[in-house]
C-alpha cells in the first residue's frame, strides 16, 4: 500500500497520463460513445463560471451513464473516503470498496496502486486527465475528472474506467516467456476473472463483512466467470482440473462459484446459489444485470431457487396473485415467537423464516377444528 509520500515506481510506467484533453473537439462531437470521454463532456457541462466543477452539482441522472464504472473518492479530510463504487470498478480495485471505507483500508492491487499513486496530492488532482493502463491481458482506458467544494480546490475526483482481459497470442506469449525466465508456465487468461470472483467472495465470506449488495456482486463475478469461460470448453476443463475441480452437467454454475466461495463453503447455500443463476440464465439475464434482476424478483435469491426448482420438477407456472401476496408478507415486521399469547390451549399461527434464520410470528390462524385436529396428530407423530 503506498503512502502519500512514497508512490510505488512501477506506477509510473504503468499508468500513463494524457493531461491534454481537446475540448474543442469534444463538443464539436454530437455524441462521444467512449464512456470515459462521455463522462468528460458531462463535467465539463457542469464548469459554469468556477475554476472546477462543484460536487454538490452531481446528479443521479447525470451519473447514470458511467455509473458502474465509476469511482468518487473524497480528498476533503486527512483520509482518502470512497463515496461510491460502482460494480465494474470492483474488480480492479481488488474488491467491493462501501461508501464511507477509507481508501487506506482496502487491499488495493497493481490498478489501485497506480491510481493512489497518481492522486497522492493535491496537484495531481486539480485537473481532468485521461490515462491507459495496461496489466498482463489486463487493459485500462479512463479518465480522472476533480470536482469541487467550493469552485476552485478538488476535494473530489471521479474516475471513469472501461476495462477488459485480452487474450494473448503465440507472440505475446512468447515474449512473455522469454522476459520470465524464470516462469514455467504461460499465465492462464481466465486466472484474472479466477482471482476477481475469489476477492468478491471473500467479502461475504469473512465474518461481519457479510451484506446483500456484496453477495450480489460476488454472485454476479461468478456468473460472468462462467460465461466467459464456457466459451473455451476445453480450456475451461483444464483451468478446473488445475484447481482440483471439474464441471457438472446438472450444476454448470457450481465450479464458478467454488472459486467464488471457496470449494469448502456450506453446501447448501452453493446449491442455492447455482439454482438462482440458472433461473437468472433461463431469463437471459447478462452478469451486469444480475445484481438488480436478483433485487427485483420476489423473494430475492430464495424466490429464484425455489422457481428454478419447480420449473426442473415440471410444476406449473407462478401463481401471479399467490406470488404477490407471499412478497407482500415477506415485508412484514412480525412479532418474536417468546412474545405469542394464545387464548386457547392449542392453536395455529403463521411463521415466516427471514434470510438469517430468525422465525417471526406473522400472525394466528383461526383455524377449523378439523385442521386443528390434524396438527395435533402430525404433532403426536413427530414427538412419538
Same mark, same amino acid.
Given at each position: 500500500m503506498p503512502t502519500s509520500n512514497t508512490p510505488p515506481e512501477r506506477a509510473q510506467d504503468d499508468f500513463v497520463l494524457r493531461p491534454e484533453i481537446n475540448r474543442g473537439e469534444r463538443q464539436a462531437k454530437k455524441r462521444e460513445r467512449r464512456l470515459h470521454l462521455r463522462a468528460f463532456d458531462y463535467w465539463h457541462a457542469l464548469h459554469g463560471s468556477n475554476i472546477l466543477p462543484l460536487f454538490a452539482d452531481l446528479t443521479a441522472e447525470g451519473l447514470?451513464?458511467?455509473?458502474?464504472?465509476?469511482l468518487l473518492l473524497d480528498f476533503s479530510g486527512q483520509e482518502t473516503i470512497v463515496r461510491f463504487c460502482g460494480a465494474e470498478m470492483a474488480p480492479l480495485l481488488g474488491g467491493v470498496?462501501?461508501?464511507?471505507?477509507?481508501?487506506?483500508?482496502? *487491499?488495493?492491487?497493481?490498478?489501485?496502486?497506480?491510481?493512489?499513486?497518481?492522486?497522492?496530492?493535491?496537484?495531481?488532482?486539480?485537473?481532468?486527465?485521461?490515462?491507459?493502463? =495496461?496489466d498482463g491481458p489486463l487493459e485500462c482506458r479512463g479518465i480522472l475528472l476533480p470536482f469541487s467544494a467550493r469552485g476552485e480546490t478538488a476535494e473530489f475526483v471521479m474516475v471513469v474506467v472501461n476495462h477488459r482481459q485480452k487474450s494473448l497470442g503465440a507472440e505475446e506469449r512468447e515474449k512473455i516467456h522469454l522476459e520470465d525466465p524464470v516462469s514455467e508456465s504461460v499465465p492462464d487468461p481466465m486466472e484474472p476473472l479466477a482471482d476477481a470472483c475469489k476477492k468478491a467472495g471473500d467479502i461475504v465470506v469473512h465474518p461481519g463483512a457479510s451484506t446483500r449488495d456484496g453477495l450480489y456482486l460476488a454472485l454476479s463475478q461468478a456468473y460472468r466467470f462462467h460465461i466467459e469461460a464456457a466459451r473455451d470448453p476445453a480450456a475451461y476443463r483444464r483451468f478446473l482440473?488445475?484447481?482440483?475441480? *471439474?464441471?457438472?452437467?446438472?450444476?454448470?454454475?457450481?465450479?464458478?462459484?467454488k472459486l467464488t466461495f471457496g470449494a469448502n463453503y456450506e453446501k447448501t447455500r452453493l446449491t442455492e446459489y447455482a439454482a438462482a443463476l440458472s433461473y437468472a440464465a433461463r431469463h437471459e439475464v447478462g452478469p451486469n444485470e444480475l445484481p438488480e434482476f436478483l433485487r427485483n424478483e420476489p423473494g430475492g435469491i430464495k424466490g429464484c431457487v425455489s422457481r428454478e426448482r419447480a420449473f426442473r420438477r415440471g410444476a406449473p407456472g407462478p401463481n401471479p396473485a399467490r406470488e404477490k401476496a407471499m412478497d407482500t408478507a415477506r415485508e412484514l415486521a412480525g412479532t418474536d415467537i417468546s412474545d405469542l399469547r394464545m387464548d386457547n390451549?392449542?392453536?395455529?399461527?403463521?411463521? *415466516?423464516?427471514?434470510?438469517?434464520?430468525?422465525?417471526? =410470528?406473522?400472525?394466528?390462524?383461526?383455524?377449523?377444528?378439523h385442521l386443528l385436529d390434524r396438527a395435533i396428530d402430525q404433532a403426536i407423530k413427530e414427538h412419538s
Open positions: 447514470l451513464p458511467f455509473k458502474r464504472n465509476s470498496l462501501s461508501p464511507g471505507q477509507k481508501l487506506s483500508s482496502a *487491499r488495493l492491487n497493481v490498478f489501485a496502486e497506480a491510481l493512489t499513486a497518481r492522486l497522492h496530492d493535491q496537484s495531481s488532482r486539480q485537473e481532468a486527465a485521461e490515462f491507459e493502463f =495496461i482440473k488445475a484447481k482440483g475441480l *471439474r464441471q457438472q452437467q446438472r450444476a454448470p454454475f457450481t465450479p464458478a462459484l390451549e392449542f392453536g395455529l399461527v403463521l411463521v *415466516r423464516t427471514d434470510a438469517a434464520g430468525t422465525a417471526k =410470528i406473522l400472525t394466528k390462524v383461526d383455524a377449523s377444528e
